[in-house]
């Protein structure tokens, strides 16, 4: 069966802090992955995409995941928050064609 | 990226009224759309996925008559929620799919009923 884990409901950072966000997948064939951000009273916004490229990829907002298949997992990571960065972040996978799967959403708080 | 409009943002209404909620993709056309409920600090949860043309597709244990889905065409589906009740109190949000199978959101629509 196919899954996602975000490790960590909510994330608390400084401003001007690294932030890094967790997520680890299953899946037996190779996965397509998404990070997405939603804002208060929103929809989801995507953030980035691996779809079996390069394995470092970059997003909006100056967001980047990486792709490593020995460990399953796809992390977001951005060098320095801002706080314009709070928000909720969903990782998600999607295989056959249609079906997505997502975790279950990584809270971030930026603290000034 | 691709846009994806929702109408209502926020509707009111009596308990045992329906609501239809209106999703559309502006500037592409999708085959497939796909309606999720989001309930207070919780992830999605996936109600249905709508084929133009054909009939949705529901997960379990959501009540097709109750969350009634139309993808009558290429850039519209809609959600009416008969009969709603305070329990159906909720934030929907749909998506479409891109010829890339990217899914690209909705803003949502904020439902309470009374």
């Known amino acids: 069966a196919q899954s996602v884990t975000q490790l960590g409901s909510h994330v608390s950072v400084s401003e001007g802090a690294l932030v890094l966000l967790r997520c680890n997948y299953s899946s037996s064939v190779p996965p397509y992955l998404f990070w997405y951000v939603q804002y208060p009273n929103q929809g989801l916004q995507l953030l980035l995409k691996?779809?079996?490229?390069?394995?470092l990829v970059k997003g909006i907002n100056g967001f980047e995941a990486e792709f490593k298949k020995s460990e399953t997992s796809f992390h977001l990571t951005k060098p320095s928050a801002h706080m314009s960065d709070a928000a909720e972040y969903f990782c998600?996978?999607?295989?056959?064609?249609?079906?997505?799967?997502f975790g279950s959403g990584t809270k971030l708080n930026v603290k000034p | 990226g691709a846009v994806v409009s929702q109408h209502p943002s926020r509707v009111i209404c009596k308990s045992g009224t329906s609501v239809k909620i209106e999703c559309r993709s502006l500037d592409f056309q999708a085959t497939t759309m796909f309606w999720y409920r989001q309930f207070p600090k919780q992830s999605l949860m996936l109600m249905a996925t709508?084929?133009?043309?054909?009939?949705?597709?529901?997960e379990q244990g959501v009540e097709k008559d109750k969350f009634l889905i139309n993808h009558a065409s290429l850039t519209l589906s809609t959600l009416t929620v008969a009969s709603a009740h305070p329990e159906d109190s909720s934030f929907y949000i749909c998506?479409?799919?891109?010829?890339?199978?990217?899914?690209?959101f909705g803003p949502g629509t904020r439902l309470t009923v009374t």
């Open positions: 998600a996978v999607r295989y056959n064609f249609n079906k997505f799967y």
């Open positions: 691996y779809t079996s490229a390069a394995t």
């Open positions: 709508s084929n133009e043309g054909s009939k949705a597709t529901y």
């Open positions: 998506s479409a799919l891109t010829d890339e199978y990217e899914q690209y």
